[in-house]
């Protein structure tokens, strides 16, 4: 593809990636085959294809319109397109530039703005966030329909590990996980436990800077990412082996730190390390596979070989390019996985997104469920908070986080 970047942006680092970005594209169309929206739509400009072409318009100076900010806000980022570009464009990352662009010239007005601004006050903030979430798990019983179906049962973490073994590794609590499902990242260190390695938290971590980024504040990510890596570069440095993310969505974001602060003279090699040792829960275990199968073997055997959905996130098997390492690991515990047709395909959780984009994200929330329980399991299991929230509010079915049950498979 041919550019002609606008000054504003042609001798700029960002402008250097975008061209590059742009000529890789070679217009096949084969990502619109694979996109969720495009598929859900029916509207070129609602695929990857006819968003490239948006973003190099209002890089070559076209003026940026509200309609040009909407099909990209329509956009999942998802990665399904990058996993089926036979030319290797990075689509997520041209359209993180896209939107920053257009954040800055259009900007949001009116409802759009506050509730970008409300969700990141609500959701960043976990002495607001903690307490309305554990009021709404303490009235679910009595809450209309519609908004019980936001709010997951409380689930207690159970006891953790005290934390001695010589061998550790960090995790991240993250933003609401903590509040959502205390039980995924203590079910995380029980395991991990189990086979001689300590799971720690850095207090002084949060927010991958993921939720930031989504509602247009690259600002505030880049703090978060900064916040993140001053809290675990002593750790680090003191011998913990690696990051542990117990949800996807995160993995993918603090595994680009490295990208973030490639110009940043203070994090670049700081940032470049981190992301270099982030390793998902399930790439942890998996190394560990025959310790797992010794643990196993001793434990108390699964019953019938439940039926069992797994849901990989957009986040895990495009974002991670991580495939088929949790399927392995829950069949290897005993659960018998059903067939899921469009396996490839989002929920419609996408971080912030079924917020910001209900209708869309209902929809495709429903077909991934339909498509989960077709093989009539006693049980859907994910590996990121978000997608369990989003399916879990559509679904009858229990939605777990596919840690959980392992940890419940080693119990004695």
């Not at 397109?81 to 689509?91: F, K």
């Not at 966030?129 to 179906?149: E, S």
């Not at 409380?154 to 903590?178: D, T």
């Not at 509602?215 to 003191?238: F, G, H, K, T, Y």
Request: proline share 5%; hydrophobic share 45%; glycine share 8%.
């Amino acid at each position: 593809m041919q550019t002609h970047l606008a000054d504003f942006i042609r001798d700029t680092p960002a402008g250097h990636e975008a061209d590059a970005i742009l000529r890789a594209c070679v217009h096949c169309g084969f990502c619109t085959a694979t996109c969720p929206t495009y598929q859900l739509l029916g509207n070129e400009l609602d695929g990857p294809r006819g968003r490239i072409y948006l973003i190099k318009e209002l890089l070559e100076g076209a003026a940026v319109t509200a309609k040009t900010q909407l099909h990209l806000d329509r956009c999942l980022s998802c990665r399904s397109c990058e996993t089926t570009c036979p030319s290797g464009v990075r689509y997520s990352r041209l359209l993180d530039i896209g939107r920053e662009v257009i954040a800055e010239r259009v900007g949001r007005a009116g409802l759009e703005g506050f509730k970008r601004s409300l969700l990141k006050r609500l959701l960043l903030t976990r002495w607001l966030f903690a307490p309305a979430y554990r009021l709404g798990q303490w009235l679910r019983p009595v809450l209309p329909a519609v908004l019980r179906a936001k709010v997951l049962p409380y689930r207690a973490p159970g006891a953790r590990p005290s934390g001695n073994r010589r061998r550790r590794m960090i995790a991240l609590a993250g933003c609401v996980q903590p509040t959502m499902a205390p039980n995924i990242n203590a079910a995380a260190a029980r395991i991990l436990d189990a086979l001689n390695i300590s799971l720690i938290e850095a207090p002084q971590a949060g927010c991958c800077g993921a939720l930031a980024l989504h509602l247009d504040d690259s600002v505030a990510a880049r703090a978060a990412a900064r916040r993140n890596i001053d809290a675990w570069w002593p750790l680090l440095e003191a011998g913990a082996e690696t990051v542990v993310m117990t949800a996807s969505g995160c993995g993918v974001q603090v595994r680009d730190y490295a990208h973030l602060f490639q110009d940043d003279p203070d994090y670049a090699r700081k940032a470049a390390r981190v992301a270099l040792l982030t390793r998902d829960v399930s790439e942890v275990v998996a190394a560990e596979k025959a310790g797992l199968l010794e643990l196993l073997a001793k434990s108390k055997p699964a019953m019938n070989n439940p039926k069992l959905a797994f849901h990989s996130p957009c986040s895990l098997q495009h974002g991670q390019k991580i495939r088929g390492a949790v399927e392995e690991l829950l069949a290897a515990a005993g659960f018998a996985l059903t067939a899921v047709a469009d396996s490839h395909l989002c929920c419609g959780s996408a971080g912030s997104y079924s917020v910001l984009q209900p209708e869309i994200a209902t929809r495709l929330r429903d077909n991934k469920i339909s498509a989960l329980s077709s093989g009539r399991p006693a049980a859907i299991a994910t590996a990121n908070i978000g997608c369990l929230a989003h399916l879990q509010s559509g679904s009858d079915l229990p939605v777990r986080h596919w840690i959980e049950l392992l940890d419940e498979r080693l119990i004695r």
